[in-house]
């Protein structure tokens, strides 16, 4: 089956870095047996020769590779990396798609995973309206979608060379040049230092070397600036920072409801904790804690809060964590995520407690793959009548 090779006219995007199709696979049958084909490097529209990567007989789907392109898309371009093709690199799933449409399409996953997953209205403006938003950029490399990746882990290749891998797979592919790491993800040093300025001035933040820091350049500030829109803090507010890294939020969030408010970040990483504390210390009013964020909350800090920042790994905070925020009636919960299907499912265990999303952005912080990163406000459900 691998190998096997399928004229195919390609569907919608999925969430993943492909898109659908269906390939006929008995058709002397009534009804006609076919099988969902999750096809990388094509386009909605297109028809392509797909290549099958992954599957059996017996599998529910397969995987496959857009091996030539027989009737192309508008929106696709040549990938500004040779390596970026079938059977090559496997870190960028879009680069033979033109920047606009990329964020179409992010827009169309965001959009399908809160209809489907998080079982919102396909008609509600916050989701029919959604466009995924470009990230500022002081460069051409930047605007144009390149030169982005602050960080990257390399792969070394058998004969020593640096190198990258390819999708699904322990195999390597030797680079020379990745075009979306930044100049800056060479350098090696025990500690980096990150200034970040917004539109509500500026912090200092210390991050262990290979700690967790958001790898777009732009992507600090307009996180920030995005959840504290959202939130709206006021002075003498309370509020919870979790799954807080190294106080990225919480700095900013503790100078928002001042030294008469009361902001509490919670990190699972004892080494992120160090540095937060540090970088926290000029701010009274944030304290920052050791532990995994469900069981912190289920034995501490159970007073109510005003506020709630949820910045999840990529899975989502899932059940256990929703639950204990929402018992705690929050007036605004905003939500940073990483990965639309874990937004959404989330959003529906909000949604069983009373609590609906009330504003969305979406933005590119990561051209040329998948990946988009959105930020959700959630509010308790107004009572009609």
Same mark, same amino acid.
């Given at each position: 089956?691998?190998?096997? =090779?399928?004229?195919?006219?390609?569907?919608?995007?999925?969430?993943?870095?492909?898109?659908?199709?269906?390939?006929?696979?008995?058709?002397?049958?009534?009804?006609?047996?076919? =099988?969902?084909?999750?096809?990388?490097?094509?386009?909605?529209?297109?028809?392509?020769?797909?290549?099958?990567?992954?599957?059996?007989?017996?599998? $529910?789907?397969?995987?496959a590779d857009a091996v030539e392109?027989?009737? +192309?898309?508008?929106?696709?371009?040549?990938?500004?990396?040779?390596?970026?093709?079938?059977?090559?690199?496997?870190?960028?799933?879009?680069?033979?798609?033109?920047?606009?449409?990329?964020?179409?399409?992010?827009?169309?996953?965001?959009?399908?995973?809160?209809?489907?997953?998080?079982?919102?209205?396909?008609?509600?403006?916050? /989701?029919?309206?959604?466009?995924?938003?470009?990230?500022?950029?002081?460069?051409?490399?930047?605007?144009?979608?390149?030169?982005?990746? %602050?960080?990257?882990?390399?792969? %070394?290749?058998?004969?020593? =060379?640096?190198?990258? $891998?390819?999708? =699904?797979?322990?195999?390597?592919?030797?680079?020379?040049?990745?075009?979306?790491?930044?100049?800056?993800?060479?350098?090696? +040093?025990?500690?980096?230092?990150?200034?970040?300025?917004?539109?509500?001035?500026?912090?200092?933040?210390?991050?262990? &070397?290979?700690?967790?820091?958001?790898?777009?350049? +732009?992507?600090?500030?307009?996180?920030?600036?995005?959840?504290?829109?959202?939130?709206?803090? $006021?002075?003498?507010?309370?509020?919870?920072?979790?799954?807080?890294?190294?106080?990225?939020?919480?700095?900013?969030? &503790?100078? &928002? /409801?001042?030294?008469?408010?009361?902001?509490?970040?919670?990190?699972?990483?004892? %080494?992120?904790?160090?540095?937060?504390?540090?970088?926290l210390a000029d701010l009274p009013?944030?304290?920052? !804690?050791?532990?995994?964020?469900? $069981?912190?909350?289920?034995?501490?800090?159970?007073?109510?809060?005003?506020?709630?920042?949820l910045d999840p790994p990529r899975?989502?905070?899932?059940?256990?964590?929703?639950?204990?925020?929402?018992?705690?009636?929050?007036?605004? /919960?905003?939500?940073?995520?990483?990965?639309?299907?874990?937004?959404?499912?989330?959003?529906?265990?909000?949604?069983?407690?009373?609590?609906? !999303?009330?504003?969305?952005?979406?933005?590119?912080?990561?051209?040329?793959?998948?990946?988009?990163?959105?930020?959700?406000?959630?509010?308790?459900?107004?009572?009609?009548?």
């Amino acid at each position: 089956m691998v190998g096997e =090779r399928f004229t195919v006219t390609i569907g919608p995007v999925a969430h993943g870095g492909h898109c659908v199709a269906r390939v006929v696979t008995n058709a002397s049958v009534e009804p006609v047996e076919t =099988r969902v084909v999750f096809v990388r490097h094509a386009l909605p529209g297109e028809e392509v020769v797909a290549e099958v990567t992954e599957g059996t007989e017996g599998d $529910r789907f397969w995987r496959a590779d857009a091996v030539e392109v027989l009737v +192309a898309s508008p929106d696709r371009v040549e990938a500004p990396c040779v390596l970026a093709g079938p059977g090559l690199c496997g870190g960028c799933d879009l680069q033979h798609v033109a920047l606009p449409a990329q964020r179409r399409l992010k827009a169309d996953v965001v959009r399908e995973q809160l209809v489907r997953l998080g079982r919102l209205d396909a008609d509600d403006p916050l /989701v029919r309206d959604l466009v995924v938003e470009p990230a500022p950029a002081d460069s051409p490399d930047l605007e144009a979608g390149l030169r982005w990746r %602050t960080r990257v882990t390399w792969a %070394t290749a058998p004969d020593g =060379r640096r190198a990258l $891998r390819k999708h =699904r797979s322990r195999e390597v592919v030797p680079v020379e040049d990745c075009l979306i790491a930044a100049p800056s993800s060479l350098a090696d +040093a025990e500690e980096e230092r990150h200034h970040v300025t917004t539109s509500r001035g500026s912090r200092e933040y210390g991050v262990a &070397a290979g700690g967790f820091w958001q790898v777009h350049p +732009a992507a600090p500030r307009v996180l920030v600036d995005a959840v504290l829109d959202v939130l709206r803090p $006021r002075r003498g507010e309370a509020a919870l920072d979790l799954y807080a890294g190294v106080g990225l939020f919480a700095g900013f969030l &503790a100078v &928002a /409801v001042g030294e008469t408010g009361a902001v509490v970040a919670i990190e699972g990483s004892r %080494t992120a904790v160090v540095h937060a504390r540090a970088n926290l210390a000029d701010l009274p009013q944030a304290t920052a !804690i050791t532990g995994a964020v469900d $069981r912190v909350l289920a034995s501490s800090y159970d007073d109510p809060v005003d506020l709630v920042v949820l910045d999840p790994p990529r899975e989502g905070a899932k059940r256990v964590v929703v639950e204990q925020v929402a018992a705690r009636a929050p007036r605004a /919960v905003a939500y940073v995520a990483c990965d639309p299907a874990a937004l959404a499912r989330d959003v529906a265990i909000f949604a069983e407690r009373g609590y609906r !999303i009330t504003a969305l952005r979406a933005f590119d912080l990561f051209p040329m793959t998948h990946h988009v990163e959105c930020v959700a406000l959630l509010e308790p459900a107004r009572v009609e009548g």
